[in-house]
C-alpha cells in the first residue's frame, strides 16, 4: 500500500460547526503532516508529526487541532472556522521528517 | 531564509512541443529537492527527489536535473495529459519541512 487517504473528499460546514478531517497510511512512515492550499498557491504547512508527538505548528489557529491517534492515523479538528478558512487540506507522509513526503488527494473544505 | 522560484509562472505548449521548466533555489544545505506534479483539486503527485548536483532522473517524458543552484524539469514531446501544475520543492538539512515554489501551470494544446 502507497497510499495516503484521506476522507472526506469534499465538506461543508457552517461556522459554528465542529467537524475531523481524517488522514491514514499503511506504508510505515513515522512523519505526518497538514498542509492548506488555496486556489493556484503552493502548499502551506499547518502541522508536523513524528513518531505521533506533535513537532512543528505553524501558528495556526486554534481552531485547527491536529491529533495523531497512532503512527497510521492523522486527524484534523475543525471548530469555529471562517469563511476564509475554506482551502484544500492536504495530508502527507514521510519515512522520516527529512526525507520527501507521499501526499494524499485532500480534503476540500467549504465554510459557510 | 530558504526560497524557492519557479519561471515561467504559466506555459502553453502544442504537442509535441519540448520544453523545460525552471526551479531556482537557494537553501542552507540542501537534503534534497523535490519534483511534484498536480492536478486540479488533486494533491500533489511524487515525481522525483533530486539529492547532488549532477543528479539527472527520467520517468517517461519527464527529466529532471539539478546544479548547485537550479533545477529543471525538461519535457520531451508532451502529451495533453502532461497538462497539470509542476511544483518544485526544497528540503535542508535537518529541517522538517518542505519549502514550495509557485509552481508552473502547464497546458499542452493537441
Known amino acids: 500500500d502507497t497510499e495516503v487517504t484521506q476522507t472526506p473528499k469534499h465538506l461543508v460546514m457552517g461556522m459554528t460547526n465542529k467537524k475531523s478531517l481524517k488522514c491514514e497510511q499503511h506504508?510505515?512512515?513515522?512523519?505526518m503532516y497538514w498542509y492548506k492550499q488555496k486556489a493556484k498557491k503552493p502548499p502551506e504547512l499547518m502541522f508536523v508529526y513524528s513518531y505521533e508527538k506533535l513537532s512543528i505548528n505553524e501558528s495556526v489557529p486554534s481552531r485547527f487541532s491536529p491529533e495523531c491517534p497512532n503512527s497510521s492515523l492523522l486527524n484534523l479538528h475543525l471548530h469555529a472556522l471562517q469563511p476564509e478558512d475554506s482551502a484544500l487540506y492536504l495530508c502527507?507522509?514521510?519515512?522520516?521528517?527529512?526525507?520527501?513526503?507521499?501526499f494524499g488527494s485532500g480534503t476540500r473544505l467549504t465554510v459557510v | 531564509e530558504d526560497q524557492v522560484t519557479q519561471s515561467p509562472e504559466a506555459l502553453r505548449l502544442q504537442e509535441g512541443e519540448s520544453s523545460s521548466l525552471n526551479c531556482s533555489y537557494t537553501v542552507s544545505g540542501l537534503r534534497g529537492l523535490f519534483w511534484y506534479r498536480q492536478d486540479p483539486g488533486k494533491g500533489p503527485e511524487f515525481l522525483f527527489t533530486?539529492?547532488?548536483a549532477g543528479e539527472e532522473k527520467e520517468k517517461e517524458r519527464l527529466k529532471a536535473t539539478l546544479t548547485k543552484k537550479e533545477s529543471f524539469l525538461h519535457i520531451t514531446a508532451p502529451k495533453p495529459e502532461d497538462s497539470a501544475t509542476y511544483l518544485c520543492a526544497v528540503q535542508a538539512e535537518g529541517a522538517q519541512k518542505l519549502v514550495f515554489g509557485q509552481g508552473t501551470r502547464l497546458t499542452i494544446n493537441p
Open positions: 502527507a507522509s514521510s519515512q522520516r521528517v527529512d526525507y520527501g513526503y507521499t
Open positions: 533530486l539529492y547532488s
Open positions: 506504508m510505515g512512515h513515522r512523519a
